[in-house]
């Protein structure tokens, strides 16, 4: 099951999103197979200001520790987030 989960940052974190962001980024290509797609979605500045993944997991609890587990969910970084279930109906990948 695929899940789509969407994390906002706090106002004013772009600097802590850039010093945990190599960890960030060791922790996501470890997930393997597990992390179908992910990236930062951006302001119209072009800064980084939250994260969209779309997982694989059993169910949502599944789901809710993968993300837990990021060192971005570790230093706080986030002020909300979204847990989806999500079916592909279109595009490639």
């Not at 600097?15 to 979605?41: I, S």
């Not at 060192?71 to 079916?87: A, D, M, W």
Request: glycine share 8%.
């Amino acid at each position: 099951m695929q899940y789509f989960i969407f994390r906002q940052d706090k106002p004013g974190t772009l600097e802590l999103r850039m010093k945990t962001r190599p960890a960030h980024l060791e922790y996501a290509e470890a997930l393997g197979d597990t992390l179908v797609f992910a990236g930062p979605a951006m302001d119209d500045d072009g800064n980084m200001v939250a994260s969209v993944w779309v997982i694989e997991a059993k169910d949502r609890a599944e789901a809710e520790a993968i993300t837990a587990a990021d060192p971005y969910e570790q230093v706080g970084l986030f002020e909300s987030k979204i847990v989806r279930q999500f079916l592909r109906t279109a595009g490639t990948g």
